[in-house]
């Protein structure tokens, strides 16, 4: 610290002395908080720095956002590996003499949060260099809530609605050529030198350069204006670069100027970066017209900016000025950065994209590693990917060096080599991947032995493919499975691979291998590394598996049980879910006691118990054992079901589970069934199955797993208990002989799972299956693609005439989603001109092809709906692709559904339909669904489409059905909205003695420019009068009719007058007549003075339109005429006006004008192919086939999964116990110390079946804060009626300490090679009913209790409470502590083998991927009791409870916890003491967990110290007391005391009123 701080006031830290630019001010703060994603937390500060030697202020300039300024490191660990995440404030005004304010935003995402989050911290940092001092003051870190709003808000840049031309065209680079002898504006890329050379290109007078460059990612850097960056804008970027070595001087000219990836060469990066999110790079390389002159390369590159890179919200944007060896100075001058004018943009892709079409002969089959052997002591061409790159000795085979990736904190991350040449990338080209590898553990040297070539896994040396085009990444797995490892030599990695098609495109931009794999911690060694495209005669016969990455690879340990609840002893059915059924618990369960999971009300095998369970261990080719006890009854008589026979497979009567696994974005169902099991049906029945899986349905890019326990008849009701679901070591084998699954490749098939058209494609030339409506169909040849045949529907009078089948609708449940898709095209019958008047937007026009589907109900209901393809891009010249997704409403889908029938329709009468390709698929994948359910949900808040009309004298019709007439001249708006604008004019047609007015001219614009108008009876000529707009989406109809009679002698003013029709859905605020404003009045004129037309001649002229709407206004512009000669144009504005309604309401109805009795009667008629069983019962047809349903039930259960986790962790009872310090671990994650005092004994437990007593003892040798301990635990079991006891057994045991003034005393060698050692080096003891147990071994005590007792070794002993420095233990996302399983009396204690103690402790392990490789040797050798050690594990069973004990002993120096004189004597310094060397600090520590407990236990009171924690105490504000001690127990220290190791009285039992 240091006075004064900020405002010359208090005080400020003090960050000096550090070694590294890492060093500064560490923080660990709560991680709780950072549980959710999308959160943003705001870091504030007030920061100066300057020379610890001459007290100077330090300049940095924040823009450049690297460690030269002060910035923030946040550290989280997620599954064990970290994440470092920088923040820097790149807006901070830095003042070097002064305080500056640091403020920054942090914002969460998936990644970076969520309950896997172990360690959460905060660096603040200085200035790297170590000569700089850096004071902190007033230093805030704070998550900020939705509602609050920074009080500096982040800079976002709104893009201009039109930026002016010349402004964008303008250089963006700043000081582009260096003449006035500076390089202000440009700094180095991670601090890279930066200066000026003279001469500059052309021999100007300067050039930038950037020198001391250690790798291609060095040279200028400029921030750019990025007001101009709109999405869909073209930028070029030219300069002139120069490129020479350093150390010689020697100018560079072989740049490589063919192979796009080649980092040899220069070229611009531009980095952009979007708010709330990480910065984005995009490469600019000139391949095509870099032009060599006098030492200087001309370079020229363009980019088309999108969505991804552009927009307004990119906050900055940068120009990075790159490429080079390593060792090479790179010069750069006039640089122009600049975008484009519309007219500059290149007609075909940039260059930049396309490498050369011809490249030299076997210039591609050559290795495309430079230095494959690293013998010149060089990284070149490999740069490191999260891990440190170095030089290591000896290389393979007695060669002088390798290459070595360190530091890396997954398996994912090692060294990758800069992009192959894109030239020599084909769609289907083989490569051949070579190189020699060793794995070492970076902290013990030792080499790396747990990795399995066969299995696919990441502990493996393996190679990732990146490719990158169109703007995306693509990323894919290459495994040599036949390698041979051998640990302590080189292993040779060939395999032969083939580009995928997913991998490959013409515009690649990038493709970078990545050499990787090994376990945490590992360093990987890589040497004589070869990547070679082969020649077609040495292209393998069936092609390598590639696996696509996931986004992220945490370290994860498998070896444990996947379920949880899987036995229902909560007495509830937390983290279980019914497959569209009731589930529920049921008692008694297996053996008689506790509880069982139930799943009734299931109309279908299919139905059942469901549960999502991490998918994270799921690799290709790993082996899974599921096992169950199961029981089927039926629900209304309660008699064992007798249909189940296990050894049919085709038999859904038995228990299975349905394995529900989403990979790539599809759902797939693997069908798991224990063909071997011994069936009773009145008893419950042991199913146990492994299964190894396959590519199918397993891999890295799996990202849902749920097992469905399913199985038997309709009305039957399935009991489970005890399921497990295990990921299973390659080296274990199940202590039974389970069934052996190999899952199907794919989803079982049947009639729900596939197309539902049959003869799809008319390859045939056949027209089977299929029908006509009402018109003929045929086929014709070429189809799609040029060959074959395809389907056409022809001589068609309507849009509503098309081409269909009747199909199977037992597949199709209530609310199903369709998936559409097809190949379609539409020419003119008559003269074979393709339909240009096709826009798939126009959703009342019906010139598109579309899907009418014709449904009938039960109840006789016949139903047509409309599906279109808006977003389809209609090419009238070729095919279009025609794909949607429907989400079936009640009218046309559900159980009572009879007749289905889609109909491919759409065209203008006379059109031909040609449809190729079509598939009708129920799809279950979950981005289709929700897509259909968002489209059906926003048509349903869609306002309804209205229209508004002036017709006739006129008459006006608002939206809001409001009628009105207006008489007053002149141009009026009709309807104003954003970008359109309808207008009409009012005039007198007739001249004198009429007073009829109509509109007689009118007018429609959009975006301010005139797209038509008419007068004297001009309508627009496309689509019958009709003007389509959008944005916002509006139809205009213009209908002319004539006022027309030659007998009559009168000239009129006007003889055309105009019905205007408009149609949107978006008239919400509006402007004019049809707004249905309030000032808008009824205006009715008077009548002529001298009528011409009687009421009754009016009445007589428009008598067909009586009961209609239309009748007074036709009768009011009949007498308004007032001329005999033309009363007929009322009759006939009428009439055309009913016509023009009907069309427009039938359109948007989505239906012909008349669903004609031709039609009705055709589906009358019309018995549909369809599956019928005998007595005419639909059914689905029994086998193995997918529930209709399950995409639906598959998506709720996505949506239900975070409610179910929450349920499930609020049910569980929190794993307790004490850990030796002593820390109490409390019933609801309570947490706190209890002091006590030396050697006396504390009751933690005390009910009725059981006491847990402990005894505290102070080694005084050990530091205050580190010295007291648990060195004895006494439990006393069956204290009362012995009632869980055979023959009223009881027993006492205590687990001691031998001498606990003694550490590791040793015990002598056993007698006979294969007889157990003693626990702890002879410092453990076991003592039960006064019998000495000291050795490991499987003590059966009686038969009801039995002790397993082992020496481990500290990566295989159970975390303690505080092993990660404070923070809590997050086991199954369930609580800081796994779950108080309750327990049942069963046979466990005499057939569990004691290796499965150890196997099932895994998950809580210290270390457990290290532990691995220590079970595999126990379980193969068989010798767990025979391993020395000075640390042991102890598992105590009963029926009543069961604990987990772990042994520690401890001898270190006094000095080395907290510092010490580095003298033997102690020394006291300002009176506090300073410890010497001359003492040891020995302690022994006693952890214990309680894991189990029965239901007649957890029914009873507890009282003791741990047993208080069981009631949930609040504190004055409401808050539930986790940490005060004061408050959480009843008691002090003394009124907890017992008298004795199996003492059982204590004061504090009756001062718990909680009971």
């Keep these: ?155 976002l840049t709104i893009e201009p609605s039109a930026a002016p031309s010349s402004y964008c065209s303008q250089n963006f680079a700043k000081n582009p050529d260096f003449e006035s002898g500076s390089n202000y504006h440009w700094f180095g890329i991670g601090g890279t030198p930066i200066d000026l050379e003279s001469p500059g290109y052309g021999g100007s007078a300067y050039a930038i350069k950037a020198s001391g460059r ?50 040899s060469c220069p070229y611009g990066l531009l980095q952009t970066t979007k708010f709330g999110q990480e910065n984005r790079f995009d490469f600019l390389r000139d391949l095509d017209t870099r032009v060599y002159e006098d030492g200087w390369y001309s370079f020229s590159s363009t980019i088309t900016m999108t969505s991804v890179n552009a927009g307004p919200e990119i906050t900055h944007m940068k120009l990075l000025l790159v490429g080079g060896p390593p060792g090479s100075v790179l010069l750069v001058d006039n640089i122009r950065i600049h975008r484009l004018e519309v007219w500059e943009m290149p007609t075909a892709a940039p260059t930049r994209t396309h490498a050369p079409t011809s490249p030299p002969t076997n210039y591609c089959n050559r290795n495309w590693v430079s230095s494959s052997d690293f013998e010149n002591e060089s990284v070149h061409g490999f740069v490191g990917f999260g891990a440190t790159l170095g030089i290591a000795s000896p290389g393979a085979d007695g060669s002088n060096y390798a290459l070595s990736a360190m530091q890396r904190p997954g398996s994912e991350f090692g060294a990758f080599l800069w992009s192959l040449d894109l030239k020599c990338l084909e769609e289907g080209s083989v490569w051949l991947f070579e190189f020699k590898a060793r794995l070492l553990d970076e902290a013990t040297g030792q ?243 492994v299964v190894t899986f396959t590519e199918e349905n397993s891999g890295p890019d799996i990202t849902w797993m749920l097992p469905i326990y399913a199985g038997g008849p309709p009305n039957s009701v399935i009991l489970i208990d005890d399921a497990k679901i295990e990921r299973l070591e390659t080296w274990e084998t199940p202590t039974a002989s389970p069934t052996r699954s190999d899952p199907p490749s794919q989803s079982p098939t049947g009639l729900c799972t596939k197309n539902f058209l049959k003869n799809n494609d008319a390859r045939t030339g056949s027209l089977e299956y299929w029908t006509s409506w009402l018109n003929p169909i045929g086929v014709k040849s070429p189809g799609y693609g040029g060959t074959d045949y395809v389907f056409m529907a022809y001589q068609r009078s309507g849009w509503e005439r098309g081409i269909g089948q009747w199909l199977d609708y037992s597949c199709i449940s209530l609310n199903s989603t369709l998936h559409f898709q097809a190949k379609v095209m539409l020419y003119d019958e008559e003269t074979g001109i393709p339909i240009t008047t096709c826009d798939p937007r126009d959703i009342l026009a019906h010139d598109c092809p579309m899907v009418r589907l014709v449904t009938a109900m039960e109840n006789g209901a016949n139903h047509f709906d409309v599906y279109r393809d808006t977003d389809m891009a209609w090419n009238p010249n070729g095919w279009s692709d025609f794909d949607i997704n429907v989400l079936l409403t009640p009218d046309n889908s559900g159980d009572d559904l009879v007749k289905f029938f889609p109909n491919f329709v759409g065209g203008p009468a006379g059109s031909v339909l040609v449809i190729d390709k079509i598939s009708i698929t129920l799809t279950t994948d979950e981005n289709m669904i929700n897509d259909a359910f968002e489209a059906a949900k926003a048509a349903a808040l869609v306002p309804p489409i209205l229209t508004c009309h002036s017709i006739g004298d006129p008459h006006i019709k608002s939206f809001n059905g409001t009628k009105f007439d207006n008489h007053s001249p002149g141009w009026h708006v009709l309807f104003e909205k954003d970008t359109i604008k309808v207008e009409s004019y009012h005039d007198y047609f007739l001249p004198e003695f009429s007073a009829a007015m109509s509109n007689t001219k009118y007018r429609i614009s959009y975006q301010n420019v005139t797209v038509a108008e008419g007068e004297d009876g001009a309508i627009p000529d496309n689509n019958d009068g009709i003007i389509f707009l959008y944005e916002p989406m509006t139809w205009v109809k213009i209908q002319a009719n004539e006022i027309h009679n030659p007998d009559s002698a009168i000239t009129l003013k006007n003889k055309f007058i105009y019905n205007i029709f408009i149609t949107t859905s978006h008239y919400e605020g509006s402007f004019g007549l049809c707004s249905d404003r309030e000032e808008i009045q009824n205006e009715t004129p008077e009548l002529p003075a001298d009528l011409q037309v009687s009421d009754e001649q009016a009445k007589t002229i428009c008598m067909d339109f009586l009961d209609t709407e239309l009748y007074d206004d036709c009768i009011a512009d009949a007498i308004f005429i007032n001329n005999l000669d033309f009363i007929g144009g009322a009759a006939n504005m009428a009439a055309g006006a009913s016509i023009a309604e009907t069309q427009i309401r039938g359109a948007i109805e989505n239906k012909p004008d008349d669903i004609t009795e031709e039609e009705e009667k055709l589906i009358a008629n019309t018995v549909p192919a369809e599956t019928v069983v005998g007595d005419g019962i639909r059914r689905v047809i029994p086998g193995l086939v997918e529930a209709a349903d399950d995409a639906q039930l598959t998506s709720a259960a996505r949506s239900l999964e975070a409610d179910v986790e929450a349920e499930g962790a609020a049910m569980e009872e929190v794993q307790s116990g004490v850990n030796g310090d002593p820390l109490i671990m409390g019933l609801h994650n309570q947490a706190f110390n209890f002091d006590g005092k030396s050697d006396s004994w504390y009751a933690n437990v005390a009910t009725d079946e059981m006491q847990w007593n402990m005894k505290f003892h102070d080694f005084y040798d050990c530091p205050r804060d580190d010295s007291m301990y648990v060195t004895a635990m006494a439990i006393s079991v069956n204290k009362t009626t012995g009632t869980d006891f055979a023959n009223g057994e009881s027993h006492n045991i205590m687990i001691s300490i031998k001498n606990e003034s003694e550490v590791f005393p040793g015990c002598p060698p056993p007698a006979d090679p294969g007889d157990p050692v003693c626990l702890g080096e002879g410092s453990l003891q076991v003592i039960v009913d006064g019998t000495v147990y000291d050795e490991a071994g499987d003590h059966r005590i009686s038969n009801n209790l039995r002790i397993v007792s082992h ?205």
């Excluded at 959710?36 to 924040?62: E, H, N």
Aim: one cysteine or more.
């Design 1351 to 1555: 020496n481990t070794y500290d990566a295989c002993s159970r975390k303690w409470y505080d092993y990660d420095k404070g923070i809590h233990l997050r086991e199954d996302e369930g609580g800081i502590f796994r779950r108080l399983l309750g327990n049942r009396q069963r046979k466990l204690f005499s057939t569990k083998d004691p290796m499965d103690f150890v196997r099932n402790a895994r998950q809580y392990m210290v270390a457990p991927h290290l532990c691995t490789d220590w079970i595999e040797r126990r379980t193969r050798d068989n010798n767990l009791f025979e391993q020395l050690g000075g640390w042991s594990t102890i598992y105590i069973e009963t029926p009543v409870v069961s604990f987990q004990v772990e042994y520690r002993q401890i001898r270190k120096d006094k000095s080395g916890v907290g510092g010490g004189t580095g003298l033997p004597q102690d020394m006291e310094v300002h009176g506090l003491p300073v410890y010497g060397t001359q003492k040891k600090c020995i302690s022994h520590v006693l952890d214990a967990w309680l894991t189990h407990a029965n239901s007649k236990m957890r029914g009873e009171r507890w009282d003791g110290i741990l047993g208080e924690t069981r009631t949930l105490r609040l504190n004055d504000e409401g808050y539930e007391v986790l940490e005060n001690r004061d408050l959480l127990l009843m008691g002090s220290d003394v009124d907890y005391e017992v008298g004795s190791a199996f003492g059982r009285d204590f004061p504090a039992r009756d001062l718990n009123l909680e009971w």
């Design 447 to 689: 080499p790396v032995r747990i990795c399995f070539p066969t299995s696919k896994n990441n502990n493996c040396p393996h190679v990732r493919i990146m490719s990158r085009h169109n703007g995306l990444n693509y990323w894919a797995y290459i495994y040599d499975m036949e390698m041979e490892w051998k640990p302590d030599e080189w292993s040779l990695f060939s395999t032969k691979w083939t580009l995928p098609d997913a991998l490959y495109s013409p515009d690649i931009t990038n493709f970078f291998p990545f050499f990787v794999g090994g376990p945490l911690g590992s360093q990987l060694i890589i040497d004589d590394v070869k990547i070679q495209r082969l020649s077609r005669d040495l292209v393998p016969t069936s092609t390598p598996s590639v696996s696509v990455m996931p986004s992220t690879s945490p370290t994860v340990f498998c070896s444990k049980s996947f379920l949880r609840n899987g036995d229902g002893e909560f007495g509830t059915t937390s983290y279980w879910m019914g497959w569209d059924n009731s589930i529920d618990v049921e008692e008694p369960g297996f053996g008689g006691l506790g509880y069982a999971l139930k799943a009734y009300d299931r109309n279908s095998w299919h139905r059942g118990l469901s549960q999502v369970i991490d998918y994270s261990c799921l690799t290709i080719g790993s082996s899974w054992r599921f096992q169950m006890q199961v029981k089927l009854y039926d629900q209304t008589t309660g008699a064992g079901i007798t249909t189940c026979v296990p050894s049919d497979p085709t038999n859904i009567d038995c228990p299975l589970i349905r394995l529900t696994t989403k990979k790539n974005q599809e759902d797939h169902f693997t069908l798991i069934q224990d063909t071997e099991m011994e069936w009773d049906p009145n008893n419950w029945n042991k199913f146990d199955v």
């Design 1 to 155: 610290m240091v006075s004064p701080g900020y405002g010359d006031a208090g005080s400020a830290f003090k960050i000096y002395d550090h070694e590294y630019h890492g060093s500064g001010l560490l923080q660990q703060l709560d991680p709780t908080c950072i549980l959710a994603s999308d959160y943003t937390w705001r870091i504030q500060a007030r920061v100066k720095m300057y020379d610890r030697g001459t007290g100077d202020g330090i300049s940095c300039d924040p823009r450049k956002v690297d460690e030269n300024c002060p910035h923030v490191i946040i550290i989280l660990q997620r599954y064990g590996e970290n994440i470092v995440v920088p923040v820097h404030d790149a807006d901070m005004v830095w003042n070097p003499d002064d305080w500056n304010a640091f403020d920054a935003l942090f914002k969460t995402t998936p990644e970076n949060s969520g309950n896997a989050i172990e360690y959460f911290g905060m660096i603040f940092q200085g200035s790297r260099a170590s000569s700089v001092i850096t004071l902190v003051d007033d230093l805030t870190f704070e998550r900020l809530e939705e509602w609050e709003t920074p009080t500096i808000a982040p800079t």
């Design 214 to 263: 250690s790798n291609w990612f060095s040279g200028p850097i400029q921030d750019l204006d990025h007001s101009c960056l709109t999405v869909g804008s073209a930028w070029k970027l030219e300069a002139k670069f120069k490129i020479y070595e350093e150390s010689t001087g020697v100018i560079i000219t072989d740049c490589n100027q063919l192979a796009t990836g080649d980092s």
